[in-house]
């Protein structure tokens, strides 16, 4: 039985088996590459979907003949558990093919708690964990992402660590690998890339009871050419709902706001925007050939971009059912014709990072924000669209007091008399860690006895219904600094982690039974310095003492260098130039409806895809075949649709219907665009025009059941699911294997 059978073999054994068939809308096959590239998410399917970073460089290497970029994510406990019952290694999702058998293993780390997943990726592989123990044999491991501003955890396990923009360094690395293979003049070349790491290069010291490697000092990687490309092409599309729907647009990258507590903003200077002109186009394009509906404008700090209020004007006349989401927005940023605009859709939630109650401690941070500003913005959304309100703050940060706690409760108070009941607020609460190259790298976790107590204050005030709040878990952030501000003793810590099967439900013992006050207080060291440069050590020390004195610093983009170290000849701020035109929206004849009974077959691997999550994809289908759907009135715009006899996953199909009406024909073309672009085994069969949409009251249902063919008459009381498998079950009189099971079709009255 070869490997893609017995990964079939036990789909329906677990939960969301669609996390791992692949066979996505995009997918790319490429069977005679050169170079093989599995690149994992150290989090589950739907996680890892929503990562920018995979987005990016499986756009990136679409078009490269001699290159395939497959992905591969961490599966669930209960698959982990079937893969190893069956010897099963850790595969991808385009060819199903082990991971150990691929040229290089690439691992993106959003997040320091997720270092144990990802070697846990690696032991899933049957790959040696220790670098040392590994061959020419294995693949060349390869870790990246947002976190390893410290990479010495990692440094026993990879070959390569690339710290800063993937688009500039994993390409690179990637180009010479193909040139030179495996050799000693590849990783002599690679040497010299900013941003990258070889670990084999550096030798390990110990300090004052810390372990770590000292060599040559790297510079962070820096894409230059961010400004002068396009947002990238949506290439894939998933299968399911559960993860993030949305088309993500980098804005630009980079946030001169010079929050004290960020790493991100350091990480991603200097200041630099996407052409708006760019932006609108591509937009225009993925909602004409993807049927994208839902934009999500990313950046660190999306008000700041320049051409904001034009690109959301041009959003707006680009589609009437668009939906357009701000993350990352600042209370001052915001302007009040953008809120005119998005009020009238439906957006139902804003989201503000305040991260302090107190005008004081924010000024000791750097954030920028005051009451002031935010009761202005209230003013502006009270009577607009929006019903839900969502902040967060931190805990823990430098100077705070339980006087600055009460300041949250106070400020809660006030927001919610403003915004009335109407509205529901939603409040996040997480534990400020300290991050190496930021002004705070040094400064201490709150200890355990003044979380409590400052969590219980918050308890005890904020007890208004409209109002919930959501609490951190001490020991996450414990680990987090622990992992972040690491040395190689760290990297023992992580394998023993491994050996436990659920260490995240064991976390407060594990913090227990280790010492790790070195790494949470009285920090002092800094012995990443050794191996890359990220900012200027002068400007992270006079940072720290303007926030012990509450002093701001301004946005350097707006004002004076503050001499952070990063920009250099070669990379400068840069700015949008303005909108040239602005779209004209596509007209649509709105008078007749034309009403459809379509018959579509799922089987393969599409028997694993939910009802619900099925509807979704053949929705989007017909719309990217250039079907206009008719849609509700109202805030939500949702397609007018009826679907019938939804079944169990695993039963494969051949008789699946849904009724719609819609404001143009279909055709033989519009048939023929939506079977090319459809997954394998979903397949349009018939579009029946009707007059009217069929009754459902008594329908019957074709099966073949055990070889032989069954007709169950199931009226509507009894409903479609589960009716259908226990109608089924009953028949037989004994359980019934899903593989047994196949639908052919409904007879409607």
């Given at each position: 039985m070869n490997l893609f059978n017995k990964i079939e073999k036990i789909l329906p054994e677990v939960q969301y088996p669609q996390r791992y068939i692949g066979n996505e809308i995009g997918i790319i096959?490429?069977?005679?590459?050169?170079?093989?590239?599995?690149?994992?998410?150290?989090?589950?399917?739907?996680?890892?979907?929503?990562?920018?970073?995979?987005?990016?460089?499986?756009?990136?290497?679409?078009?490269?003949?001699?290159?395939?970029?497959?992905?591969?994510?961490?599966p669930g406990r209960d698959m982990i558990s079937k893969m190893a019952e069956n010897s099963i290694p850790l595969f991808t999702l385009e060819s199903f093919d082990p991971v150990?058998?691929?040229?290089?293993?690439?691992?993106?780390?959003?997040?320091?708690?997720?270092?144990?997943?990802?070697?846990?990726?690696?032991?899933?592989?049957?790959?040696?964990?220790?670098?040392?123990?590994?061959?020419?044999?294995?693949?060349?491991?390869?870790?990246?992402?947002?976190?390893?501003?410290?990479?010495?955890?990692?440094?026993?396990?990879?070959?390569?660590?690339?710290?800063?923009?993937a688009e500039f360094g994993f390409k690179k690395i990637i180009d010479l690998y193909n040139k030179y293979g495996r050799s000693e003049d590849f990783f002599k070349r690679i040497s010299s890339i900013?941003?990258?790491?070889?670990?084999?290069?550096?030798?390990?010291?110990?300090?004052?009871?810390?372990?770590?490697?000292?060599?040559?000092?790297?510079?962070?990687?820096?894409?230059?050419n961010f400004s002068k490309t396009p947002p990238i092409d949506e290439v894939l599309i998933p299968l399911t709902r559960i993860g993030e729907a949305r088309y993500e647009v980098e804005l630009m990258r980079g946030c001169t706001q010079g929050c004290r507590f960020c790493s991100a903003g350091s990480y991603y200077r200097p200041h630099r925007e996407r052409d708006v002109n760019k932006i609108l186009s591509r937009i225009k394009k993925q909602i004409r050939n993807k049927?994208?509906?839902?934009?999500?404008?990313?950046?660190?700090?999306?008000?700041?971009?320049?051409?904001?209020?034009?690109?959301?004007?041009?959003?707006?006349?680009?589609?009437?059912?668009?939906?357009?989401?701000?993350?990352?927005?600042?209370?001052?940023?915001?302007?009040?014709?953008?809120?005119?605009?998005?009020?009238?859709?439906?957006?139902?939630s804003l989201t503000f990072a305040l991260e302090a109650g107190s005008e004081r401690l924010r000024k000791v941070i750097n954030k920028k924000i005051t009451e002031a500003d935010l009761f202005k913005m209230l003013a502006r959304i009270k009577d607009k669209s929006w019903r839900t309100v969502k902040f967060y703050f931190m805990i823990?940060?430098?100077?705070?007091?339980?006087?600055?706690?009460?300041?949250?409760?106070?400020?809660?108070?006030?927001?919610?008399?403003?915004?009335?009941?109407?509205?529901?607020?939603?409040?996040?609460?997480?534990?400020?860690?300290?991050?190496?190259?930021?002004?705070?790298?040094?400064?201490?976790?709150?200890?355990?006895?003044?979380?409590?107590?400052?969590?219980?204050?918050?308890?005890?005030?904020?007890?208004?219904?409209?109002?919930?709040?959501?609490?951190?878990?001490?020991f996450s952030s414990l680990m987090e600094t622990v992992f972040a501000r690491g040395d190689l003793n760290i990297s023992k810590l992580l394998v023993d982690l491994l050996n436990k099967d659920n260490w995240y439900s064991e976390i407060a013992d594990i913090a227990g039974q280790n010492n790790f006050e070195r790494y949470?207080?009285?920090?002092?060291?800094?012995?990443?310095?050794?191996?890359?440069?990220?900012?200027?050590?002068?400007?992270?020390?006079?940072?720290?003492?303007?926030?012990?004195?509450?002093?701001?610093?301004?946005?350097?983009?707006?004002?004076?260098?503050?001499?952070?170290?990063?920009?250099?000849?070669?990379?400068?701020?840069?700015?949008?130039?303005?909108?040239?035109?602005?779209?004209?929206?596509?007209?649509?004849?709105?008078?007749?409806?034309?009403?459809?009974?379509?018959?579509?077959?799922?089987?393969?691997?599409?028997?694993?895809?939910?009802?619900?999550d099925l509807l979704y994809i053949v929705v989007r289908l017909l719309e990217m075949s250039g079907l206009e759907i008719i849609r509700k009135k109202g805030f939500a715009r949702n397609e007018k649709l009826t679907s019938y006899g939804a079944i169990p996953i695993g039963i494969e199909s051949m008789g699946e219907y849904i009724y719609l009406e819609l404001h143009n024909r279909f055709s033989k073309g519009r048939m023929e665009r939506f079977n090319v672009i459809s997954p394998n085994g979903l397949d349009l069969i018939e579009a029946k025009n009707v007059q009217a949409k069929p009754i459902s009251k008594a329908v019957k249902y074709q099966y073949i059941v055990n070889g032989k063919k069954k007709i169950i008459e199931i009226n509507k009381k009894d409903g479609n699911f589960p009716s259908i498998k226990k109608t089924l079950l009953a028949l037989e009189n004994k359980e019934i294997s899903i593989s047994k099971i196949k639908k052919l079709d409904i007879l409607f009255e």
């Amino acid at each position: 039985m070869n490997l893609f059978n017995k990964i079939e073999k036990i789909l329906p054994e677990v939960q969301y088996p669609q996390r791992y068939i692949g066979n996505e809308i995009g997918i790319i096959h490429k069977k005679n590459s050169r170079i093989k590239i599995a690149f994992g998410f150290p989090d589950l399917y739907e996680l890892g979907m929503s990562n920018l970073a995979i987005k990016i460089f499986y756009d990136l290497f679409a078009k490269e003949k001699e290159i395939a970029f497959e992905r591969t994510f961490l599966p669930g406990r209960d698959m982990i558990s079937k893969m190893a019952e069956n010897s099963i290694p850790l595969f991808t999702l385009e060819s199903f093919d082990p991971v150990d058998t691929y040229d290089v293993f690439g691992i993106t780390f959003p997040s320091e708690l997720l270092y144990i997943n990802g070697l846990r990726m690696i032991e899933l592989s049957n790959i040696p964990l220790y670098r040392k123990d590994r061959g020419e044999d294995s693949p060349l491991l390869i870790a990246g992402g947002p976190t390893l501003s410290n990479p010495i955890p990692l440094f026993p396990f990879f070959d390569i660590i690339f710290v800063g923009e993937a688009e500039f360094g994993f390409k690179k690395i990637i180009d010479l690998y193909n040139k030179y293979g495996r050799s000693e003049d590849f990783f002599k070349r690679i040497s010299s890339i900013d941003g990258v790491i070889v670990p084999k290069n550096y030798k390990n010291i110990e300090k004052q009871g810390f372990n770590f490697p000292i060599g040559n000092v790297i510079k962070i990687g820096k894409w230059s050419n961010f400004s002068k490309t396009p947002p990238i092409d949506e290439v894939l599309i998933p299968l399911t709902r559960i993860g993030e729907a949305r088309y993500e647009v980098e804005l630009m990258r980079g946030c001169t706001q010079g929050c004290r507590f960020c790493s991100a903003g350091s990480y991603y200077r200097p200041h630099r925007e996407r052409d708006v002109n760019k932006i609108l186009s591509r937009i225009k394009k993925q909602i004409r050939n993807k049927a994208t509906k839902s934009i999500s404008l990313l950046s660190l700090s999306t008000g700041d971009y320049s051409q904001l209020k034009s690109l959301v004007k041009g959003l707006l006349l680009l589609n009437e059912d668009i939906k357009i989401s701000l993350p990352s927005l600042r209370l001052d940023s915001l302007e009040s014709e953008i809120v005119e605009q998005l009020g009238k859709r439906k957006i139902t939630s804003l989201t503000f990072a305040l991260e302090a109650g107190s005008e004081r401690l924010r000024k000791v941070i750097n954030k920028k924000i005051t009451e002031a500003d935010l009761f202005k913005m209230l003013a502006r959304i009270k009577d607009k669209s929006w019903r839900t309100v969502k902040f967060y703050f931190m805990i823990g940060l430098p100077t705070e007091t339980d006087e600055d706690i009460v300041e949250i409760i106070n400020l809660i108070d006030r927001v919610r008399k403003v915004l009335t009941n109407r509205f529901q607020i939603n409040v996040t609460v997480s534990i400020f860690a300290p991050k190496p190259n930021t002004p705070f790298e040094n400064c201490d976790l709150i200890t355990y006895d003044d979380y409590r107590r400052r969590i219980s204050i918050l308890k005890a005030g904020i007890h208004w219904k409209n109002v919930k709040i959501r609490y951190p878990f001490y020991f996450s952030s414990l680990m987090e600094t622990v992992f972040a501000r690491g040395d190689l003793n760290i990297s023992k810590l992580l394998v023993d982690l491994l050996n436990k099967d659920n260490w995240y439900s064991e976390i407060a013992d594990i913090a227990g039974q280790n010492n790790f006050e070195r790494y949470l207080r009285n920090f002092k060291m800094d012995y990443w310095c050794g191996i890359i440069n990220i900012t200027n050590k002068e400007f992270l020390k006079i940072e720290y003492e303007k926030a012990l004195s509450g002093d701001e610093t301004e946005d350097c983009f707006m004002g004076k260098c503050t001499n952070c170290g990063i920009c250099n000849k070669a990379l400068q701020p840069q700015k949008s130039i303005p909108l040239k035109t602005l779209p004209i929206r596509k007209q649509i004849d709105r008078k007749t409806t034309y009403r459809y009974l379509i018959r579509f077959k799922k089987i393969g691997l599409m028997r694993f895809i939910s009802h619900n999550d099925l509807l979704y994809i053949v929705v989007r289908l017909l719309e990217m075949s250039g079907l206009e759907i008719i849609r509700k009135k109202g805030f939500a715009r949702n397609e007018k649709l009826t679907s019938y006899g939804a079944i169990p996953i695993g039963i494969e199909s051949m008789g699946e219907y849904i009724y719609l009406e819609l404001h143009n024909r279909f055709s033989k073309g519009r048939m023929e665009r939506f079977n090319v672009i459809s997954p394998n085994g979903l397949d349009l069969i018939e579009a029946k025009n009707v007059q009217a949409k069929p009754i459902s009251k008594a329908v019957k249902y074709q099966y073949i059941v055990n070889g032989k063919k069954k007709i169950i008459e199931i009226n509507k009381k009894d409903g479609n699911f589960p009716s259908i498998k226990k109608t089924l079950l009953a028949l037989e009189n004994k359980e019934i294997s899903i593989s047994k099971i196949k639908k052919l079709d409904i007879l409607f009255e």
